[in-house]
């Protein structure tokens, strides 16, 4: 059978957000039919975004969220592995999955950002080294929810060690929340997402360069004796509709970008235009979720314009 297509809503809360401003959002995306509400996780503004009044933590907004929505699925894309330590983050994650009634997804990811390390004290290793902490960061996260209750979980690595860990709380999805894997790595990366990812996603390139990037990962499936299918397929883009070319403008302002750009970048322009984009998207790729890069969140109109004149139109 084949999977159901399923737009999701995924904000950049660092830009300038406050917790209401995000629960807004998300009821917004709850009432509209939106399969789930993602944000970023990072700690500084990125641009010329004011990111006033400050960064809100993802994992005590999705917490929050958990109790404040009934049906949307929550999730990070990505949460950093510089920025919590594996065993915390594993506990993190299972009490918000516990909140929400098992509603919880863990997108992670090495760090990226470095001025956001140097300006909250969070250390900033050099690539090879964040991609060590987080290939050990999945094997203890995914290997504490699957060590069995009453039985103990240990770990002797280059990086991280436990002992005798209890291994709880335990998420309420079994046998885990889905684990979400990204990025354009032409090695590591799929071998990271054969190994451990429920779903992998590409932000914000081209048809081709994603279509090439899964096949690594197909062929990472298969090197380790997996069968590709088994991981989803999804895409970030930014959204900008309009129901004329008013409205498409106004909302290209408003998020500071050209509209010619974004048509060629990201899901822009009349919903039936993006309608076409989706379908082009997914038939070359295989996506069956995209992430709509939502930059305006004052703007709840947008995203119910989307949910009635886009989603209603894909088959």
């Known amino acids: 059978m084949t999977e159901e297509f399923k737009l999701r809503i995924f904000t950049e809360p660092q830009q300038g957000a406050t917790y209401d401003d995000l629960l807004r959002v998300a009821r917004t995306a709850e009432s509209a039919g939106y399969d789930a509400f993602f944000r970023s996780d990072h700690y500084l503004r990125m641009g010329d975004a004011s990111g006033l009044p400050g960064p809100t933590d ?26 919590r330590l594996p065993g915390p983050l594993a506990i993190s994650v299972a009490q918000v999955d516990q909140m929400s009634g098992g509603r919880v997804e863990l997108g992670l990811g090495s760090g990226w950002y470095e001025e956001e390390h140097t300006a909250y004290g969070i250390p900033f290793p050099p690539l090879r080294e964040r991609f060590d902490w987080y290939s050990e960061q999945l094997e203890i996260v995914t290997g504490m929810w699957a060590t069995p209750s009453g039985s103990t979980f240990d770990h002797e690595g280059t990086h991280y060690r436990i002992s005798d860990s209890p291994a709880l709380p335990k998420p309420v999805q079994r046998p885990r929340p889905p684990v979400l894997i990204g990025g354009a790595g032409k090695k590591r990366t799929p071998e990271l997402a054969a190994r451990f990812a429920d779903e992998f996603n590409l932000p914000f390139t081209d048809e081709d360069t994603a279509r090439a990037q899964f096949e690594r990962v197909d062929a990472a499936c298969r090197e380790v004796g997996r069968d590709p299918a088994e991981i989803v397929r999804s895409a970030a883009l930014v959204l900008c509709v309009g129901r004329n070319e008013s409205e498409l403008a106004r909302r290209a302002e408003a998020i500071g970008r050209d509209v010619d750009e974004l048509r060629a970048n990201g899901l822009a322009g009349t919903p039936s235009e993006v309608v076409d984009k989706i379908g082009r998207w997914r038939r070359s790729t295989g996506i069956t979720r995209a992430y709509l890069q939502v930059l305006d969140l004052t703007d709840p109109d947008h995203i119910e314009l989307v949910a009635s004149e886009v989603a209603g139109s894909l088959d």
């Open 58 to 83: 993802a994992w005590l907004t999705l917490a929050g969220l958990a109790r404040e929505t009934s049906r949307l699925r929550l999730g990070t894309l990505m949460s950093a592995a510089t920025f």
